[in-house]
């Protein structure tokens, strides 16, 4: 568990990096047309896997019993990522046509509730 640990705590960097980039890149294919493509869907499905991974090596270190004293805040921002990404995209078709700026919004989002998640630990 303590290998998972490490990981969960140098991935959470990861995502929060990868969410704030596709969050940026996203805002900017909304707004110049000419960077729209296959590549900026690549980037946040990226970016949302990871934060999804994060969550997942999360429940798991949780269900270990290993670590009972875990700020519960924490724990509460790894829900609110996970739901987040799920009411992203469930409202994928009720933004048509505002999709870059739905998910360039999410991915900065999720990389606020990551930074939050991280200073509760730290902190």
Do not use: C, K
């Given at each position: ?93 009720a933004m048509r ?5 739905m998910y360039g ?19």
């Amino acid at each position: 568990m303590a290998a998972l640990r490490e990981f969960h705590e140098y991935w959470g960097w990861v995502a929060i990096a990868a969410n704030a980039l596709a969050g940026v890149v996203a805002l900017l294919a909304w707004r110049v047309q000419g960077l729209r493509g296959r590549w900026v869907w690549g980037l946040t499905i990226g970016a949302e896997a990871a934060i999804m991974l994060q969550v997942l090596t999360g429940v798991i270190l949780v269900s270990s019993g290993d670590y009972p004293n875990l700020e519960r805040f924490h724990m509460f921002y790894g829900f609110v990522a996970f739901i987040t990404v799920g009411l992203a995209y469930s409202y994928r078709y009720a933004m048509r046509g505002r999709l870059e700026l739905m998910y360039g919004l999410v991915g900065l989002f999720l990389m606020g509730v990551g930074i939050r998640a991280v200073l509760q630990v730290v902190g």
